[in-house]
Each structure stands twice: as C-alpha cells, then as structure tokens.
C-alpha cells in the first residue's frame, strides 16, 4: 500500500489527484504546517532528510520530489498517464513535466516570500509580477492551442502544472484575461479525481 506524506495546503495536492485518478489505493498520512513559519513539522525530515512534501513510502521505498513520484506513479501504472505515443505530444509531455518545477513554480516562490517582508516586500514582488506574466501568457498561448498540455488526452503533465497554475490564480496574477488557462483549470477541479484528492487531503486553499 502507497503512503503518501501529505502536507495541508501544499503541493503534494497533486499526488492525491493522481493516485484517484490512477485508482491506486493508498493511505495519507498528515501534516499540519507551523502556523508562524508556514513550514512542515520536524517529523517529515524522519522520512526525508529535507523535511518536504510529497513524499511517498511504497514497499519499503521512499520516493521525493512531486516529478519523481509522478514518473513513479507512471511506472507503477504501466504506462497511464504518462507520455503519449504520439512523438511531439510525448516531447510536450516530458517539456511541461519538467517545466513545473524547474521554471514555473521559482517565480511564484520569490513572490510569495518577497511579500511577506515588512514595507521593502510590496515594492519587490512588483518587479517579480513581470517574470511571472512571461509564464502566463506562454502557458496561455499554449492551452488555446490544444486542450490538455500534451495534446489531446490529460496526463500526468496536467498533474503537475495544477499547482502552479492554482498558485498563479491565487497569488500570481492569474486572470479571467486568459480565459483557456481558466478553463483548463475549471475542467481539472470538474474532475471526480480531484474532487476525491481533495476530499481526503483536507484543507487546501487553492482549489
Ligand atoms: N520541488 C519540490 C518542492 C517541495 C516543497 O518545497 N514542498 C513544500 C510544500 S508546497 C514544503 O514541503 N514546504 C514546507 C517546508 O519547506 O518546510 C517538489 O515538487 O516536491
């Protein structure tokens, strides 16, 4: 049975989705965020050194880093979710996969720390909103081309960028000025995989 180590409001959200949408049965175990500091309890570092979520337990293995235990969670499921067989659909996929983490979310991040700096904060993340638009509008351009991030079908690439996306709606700017990219959210949170996750994850202030 999988373990997932879920921290509320955070974007381990994402595994619960997909393990509904996987079918996988799994078990959570929870964790609260300091209410100062925001960050996970101490507890989370006795399963990953660096103290993070997700992270999951399955058979013994621990697995961080959402992107690894997406591709993981692939694995597992022979193949669903993952890349499609088409090859430029397959390249997108892998793209967006890694462009969640690796580009999208660090802007977001120096946001919402940036903010939280008394006085000097406002001023800083007006400079970070442009960074942040640069994204938006690709991503906007993107989503009126096709429906899903790799083509026609939802995959795990969809997975991922939920919470970059929930993030920019909620602090970075995101708009019903990008109609597509608000509608792809719409049809994700429609998703009885979603609901499900959410339902069992607990609080979550992005959906
Ligand atoms: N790139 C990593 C980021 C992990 C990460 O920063 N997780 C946040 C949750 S949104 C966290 O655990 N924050 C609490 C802390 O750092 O103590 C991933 O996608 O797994």
Redesign the pocket.
Known sequence: MIIVHH?EN???QRILWMLEELGLPYEIKRYE?NKAT???PPELKQVYPL????VIEDDGQVV????AIVEYLVDKADGKLGAPANRADALRYRFWLHYA?GSM?PPLLLKLVLARIPILGKAATKKIQPMIDVHLDYVESELSKRPWFAGAEMTAADIMMSFPLEAARNRGGLNESRPATIAWLAKVHARPAYQAGLKKGGPYAYA
Not at 51 to 54: D, E, M, R, T
Not at 64 to 67: C, F, K
Request: proline residues 6%.
């Open positions: 921290l955070s974007r381990s965020r925001m960050l996970a103290g993070k979520s997700p961080a880093e959402t992107g983490e979310m």
